[in-house]
């Protein structure tokens, strides 16, 4: 490997920094017309009468499409539940759903159309809390896609154990138990969610959008409109950022109705509260309750965590079952029963967020890990140390655990801060007090699941990686293109790799969960495996030499330890085809195998994360404010394919950590957002920004990696949150904020009713 682990030009980096690059917003075609939305102002209703006959009549606006235009569709769409109406049918089930829509010349007399649109409703109780949406006699948000042996709203309930859990009790020397509380977040992607989609005059529907998901997006565009898929092209650009946000289909089904009725391109850039509505991260409710040993040996953990899907499923279940695994942490405990909840409720729907899942257990049990250390007197590094799960050993699942860097993360990170083994504060002055905090992180990646990969070489020694892979930011074309060099011994700027384009580029499951380098990646490399055999066949017949003889070197087929004796790329192309001409073509789908029973039992994951983190921080006790001095991440990354785009990834994570912790939170009253804009919705600032950062980089191999790679780009963030938590906690002599984000005021309210108690 001459290009894998080195820090090459990042693709589009040089178009990104110039603003020459083009996204969706920017793109503009011949008769485009612009849509707004008329959304419900209820969390909960029926729509009882629509009229958009005035909008129809204003001038200009060339198409108003209501539920009255999905006659003939298959009306709903999902990721694995069909629950979302293309446009509200019967009811409204959140604030923001989406009542009618208009196609007009332009966005201001689409948006004075949409207040023509007379819509009569009746008002329904809402289920807006999790716990209480999830208690039978609840009002239902989903009457059909509920699990009526559950009850409520819940939609799936999933279940992982080990042991015998009250035993593990009984033998346990000490038990503590807490609740804690995630709320939703936003993604905070700059690109709003933005769709452009034409009908060719063949029939065919194009749509432009930043998906992290075009092959699903395209299955189900065609499922609504019941076509064939190739009659629907599904073509991706580089993406703004999207960090699971831009995972499902949204807005695309409704803006390809729009432009069927219009007959001409329909373009819809939602506003930044529009983006409210439409996703969010899951918020959480975890009971945790773990039996542990006086020498901190963890002994027995349960473990109920409540997920909020919103008003629509979307991947909400995938990531509740996948939570159920890790619910507990990468600990080896003799007893374990974790069991999490998928429930629906009045608020707008939500979606994974760097992590599928993983960040909400994580803050619990991280948290409680801190604490036991300290009700046992034990550094809390020590006692992680001593339980977390090594290589070969058993998880969970009962699948054996290869490629574990996670006790090296945690250690990394502890030497990164000055981590001396004492976890108590440190006076600065009368109210200000520093403290120091570890976390550490186990998730999953989306398994059993399945990538394609096609690659062309050119006669002049040039190649294209045609994948349905996305670009939001996070350097996938670059990584993947290092991957394909490297196996055809071209320089780097010789590889090309394609935008998804479902035209054109083969099938991938998504760019998410953090699956690109390792399932894309390998895909790409034994599609140039396919490559290289023809390769070397016909090298070996040109040279007279045998087949294991030979090795790609510097552009050149060449005998090895015999450089004279090689053929270059046009020299190998004229031994083939009799001219230095033609292409070769290599192809691969890969399929990894898994999947967990209803008792939790299988591979839960292809290959698994393992992250650390660390952090110090300032309180001042008065005000609750708290500042943090430092952070550090570390990543077992299997291999680093990019180091510094790896690094990266970790300072993004870490800065989207540290929202969490301590000012990020979507707030509803009664089903209404109340904080839907940047103005309102807090997002870490550049004085919110820790003074130094650490990132580093663990590399444990993994066997079914390509170059041993695996992937890093949310493994950074769960343990973040709960390292600056426990940093609060430690400065403040075990006083604890159980409830996120950690605010001020909740800091000077956890003080008093410490004081009061003491």
């Given at each position: ?7 090459v ?11 020459a ?6 793109m ?5 017309l ?13 729509l ?27 009306p ?21 759903d989406?009542?009618?829509?208009v ?19 009746e ?13 039978p ?11 009526k ?6 939609h ?12 593990g009790?009984?033998?346990s ?21 933005v769709?452009?989609?034409?009908w060719e ?24 409109f ?8 599904v ?9 699971g ?26 506003t930044?509260?529009?983006v ?5 991260r ?7 309750k ?5 020498d ?14 919103g008003a ?21 405990i ?8 998928a ?61 574990v ?31 120091k905090?570890l ?14 990969a096609?690659?062309r070489?050119?006669a002049?020694?040039s190649?294209?990686?045609l ?23 071209l ?25 690109a ?12 495996g ?22 790609l ?15 270059t ?11 230095a ?50 952070v ?7 291999k ?54 650490n ?36 400065a403040?002599s ?9 605010k001020?005021?909740k ?6 009713n ?5």
């Amino acid at each position: 490997m001459t290009l894998v682990g080195t820090n090459v030009e990042m693709v589009g980096g040089r178009a990104k920094v110039a603003g020459a690059v083009t996204y969706v917003a920017d793109m503009e075609f011949a008769g485009q017309l612009y849509a707004k939305a008329l959304r419900s102002p209820y969390p909960h209703a029926k729509l009882l009468r629509i009229d958009a006959s005035k909008a129809a009549a204003l001038p200009g606006v060339r198409a108003v499409v209501t539920r009255d235009d999905l006659a003939g569709l298959n009306p709903y769409f999902g990721t694995g539940v069909e629950d979302q109406p293309v446009l509200v049918i019967d009811k409204a089930r959140c604030v923001g759903d989406i009542i009618a829509a208009v196609a007009a010349d332009s966005k201001e007399i689409a948006e004075e159309a949409i207040t023509l649109i007379e819509a009569d409703y009746e008002e329904l109780p809402a289920a807006t809390d999790i716990l209480e949406a999830a208690k039978p006699g609840a009002p239902l948000v989903q009457e059909r896609h509920v699990d009526k042996n559950a009850g409520g709203n819940i939609h799936g309930v999933y279940r992982a154990a080990s042991g015998d859990i009250e035993q593990g009790f009984k033998e346990s020397d000490e038990i503590i138990e807490n609740i804690y509380h995630i709320p939703p977040v936003q993604h905070g992607h700059i690109e709003p969610h933005v769709v452009t989609a034409l009908w060719e005059p063949s029939g065919k529907l194009v749509v432009h959008t930043p998906s992290q998901t075009p092959s699903p997006l395209q299955e189900q565009i065609a499922k609504v409109f019941q076509m064939p898929l190739n009659r629907v092209r599904v073509i991706v650009p580089f993406i703004g950022g999207g960090y699971g946000g831009k995972n499902h289909a949204r807005i695309e089904p409704v803006v390809a109705l729009l432009a069927r009725k219009a007959r001409r391109p329909v373009q819809w850039i939602l506003t930044r509260e529009e983006v409210f509505y439409t996703g969010r991260r899951f918020g959480a409710v975890v009971k945790i309750k773990t039996g542990f040993k006086r020498d901190g040996r963890l002994w027995a953990r349960k473990v109920e965590a409540w997920y909020d899907m919103g008003a629509y499923a979307l991947s909400g279940p995938a990531n509740t079952k996948n939570a159920a695994i890790i619910a507990g942490g990468p600990y080896n405990i003799p007893h374990r029963d974790y069991t999490t909840y998928a429930v629906y409720t009045n608020l707008p729907p939500a979606g994974p967020y760097r992590g599928v899942g993983a960040s909400h257990v994580c803050w619990a049990y991280e948290s409680d890990l801190d604490d036991i250390a300290r009700r046992c007197k034990l550094d809390p590094l020590e006692v992680r140390l001593k339980n977390l799960i090594q290589e070969n050993d058993r998880f969970i699942t009962g699948e054996t655990m290869i490629s574990v860097g996670v006790s090296e993360c945690v250690k990394q990170v502890a030497q990164s801060i000055g981590w001396n083994g004492i976890a108590e504060q440190e006076k600065r002055s009368d109210t200000i007090v520093r403290g120091k905090g570890l976390a550490v992180a186990i998730k999953s990646t989306s398994t059993p699941s399945t990538s394609a990969a096609s690659v062309r070489l050119n006669a002049d020694g040039s190649a294209i990686l045609l994948t349905s892979t996305s670009d939001m930011g996070q350097g996938a074309q670059t990584a993947l293109a290092q991957i394909v060099a490297d196996e055809l011994a071209l320089p780097f700027e010789r590889i090309t790799v394609t935008f998804p384009d479902s035209d054109i580029t083969p099938y991938d499951k998504s760019t998410s969960s953090s699956r690109a380098t390792f399932h894309m990646g390998k895909a790409a490399q034994l599609a140039v495996g396919q490559i290289r055999e023809q390769l070397f066949q016909a090298g070996a017949k040109a040279l007279e030499a045998r087949i294991e003889d030979l090795e790609l070197r510097d552009s050149r087929l060449q005998v090895r330890g015999v450089p004279e004796r090689s053929l270059t790329y046009p020299q190998l192309f004229k031994a083939i085809y009799g001219e230095a001409a033609g292409s070769l073509f290599g192809s691969h789908t890969l399929r990894t195998e898994g999947g967990i029973d209803a008792q939790g039992h299988g591979k839960g994951s292809s290959f698994w994360f393992y992250s650390a983190a660390g952090a110090e921080v300032e309180v001042d006790t008065e005000t609750g404010k708290v500042r943090v001095l430092q952070v550090a991440s570390a990543v077992d990354v299997g291999k680093a394919v990019h180091p510094i785009q790896c690094g990266l990834q970790n300072d993004g994570s870490a800065l989207a950590g540290l929202g969490s912790a301590l000012v990020e939170e979507m707030r509803y009253d009664n089903g209404q957002p109340i904080n839907s804009s940047f103005l309102d919705y807090l997002l870490p600032s550049m004085l919110d920004h820790p003074g130094e950062f650490n990132s580093m980089l663990v590399e444990t191999p993994h066997p079914d990696g390509p170059c041993g790679a695996k992937g890093m780009g949310e493994a950074a963030l769960p343990p973040m949150a709960p390292a600056i938590g426990n940093a609060i906690a430690n400065a403040l002599s075990g006083v604890r904020v159980r409830d996120l984000p950690v605010k001020p005021h909740k800091i000077v309210a956890a003080l008093s009713n410490a004081k009061e108690r003491r």
